[in-house]
Structures are given as structure tokens and as C-alpha cells.
């Protein structure tokens, strides 16, 4: 991944935390955005989110922000001079969840296991 790629996914992930918050959708949950990853060309966003819900909720709250893309494109492109704006993608943040099961297989093991 290119320097600009990275910087420009920093930008947008601080840019697009506070519009997330914004949404007016009762049914949106607390959505934290994670982190958003670039196409090669800068032409598609995979913006990774967290939420603390269960499976429904998650998807629920990914079909809302889905729904919101083109508006959240638009306040993007006004906000960020950028040569062309991203299509975004939503897709959940396994990788928090994936390390607290670690951290809690971790505790439960005996600690002569660990040594």
C-alpha cells in the first residue's frame, strides 16, 4: 500500500468518524470507524466499523450505513480535496472481537501453559 493510500485513508476515517455520529437514524447504533483501506486507484473505501451489538444489530447498523453512503461521499468530497471521492464500502471490524476472544483464551489458560 502506497504512503498516499494510508494518509488519505487517515484523513477520511477522521473526516467520516464525526458525520457517522451525525446520522440521524434512530436505529444506528454507537458505530466507531476503525479504519478505511483504499483501493489502489483511490476509487473505492473499505471503511471498517465496530458497534457492539450482536449479529442482527451488526448488520443492521451496516444496511444503515450502507444506505448512507452517497450522502456520507458527498460531505467527504466537500470537506477533503481530493481528486475524485471514493465509493465507500462498510464491512464490521472482526479484528477487535478477534482479540478479545484471544485475550480471554489467554486468561483462562493455566499459567504453567504459558511458561
Known amino acids: 500500500m502506497h504512503k498516499s493510500q494510508i494518509q488519505i485513508g487517515r484523513e477520511i476515517r477522521k473526516v467520516l468518524g464525526p458525520l457517522v455520529d451525525e446520522l440521524r437514524d434512530p436505529d444506528l447504533g454507537e458505530v466507531s470507524v476503525t479504519e478505511v483501506v483504499l483501493s489502489p ?66 486468561s483462562e489458560m493455566p499459567e504453567e501453559e504459558l511458561e
Open 41 to 106: 486507484d483511490l476509487l473505492h473505501a473499505k471503511v471498517f466499523f465496530d458497534v457492539n451489538e450482536d449479529e442482527a444489530g451488526i448488520k443492521r447498523n451496516q444496511e444503515i450505513l450502507e444506505k448512507a453512503a452517497g450522502y456520507l461521499r458527498r460531505q467527504l468530497s466537500l470537506r477533503l480535496r481530493l481528486p475524485t471521492t471514493p465509493t465507500l464500502l462498510f464491512r464490521f471490524d472482526e479484528s477487535l472481537r478477534r482479540g478479545e476472544r484471544v485475550v480471554k483464551l489467554l
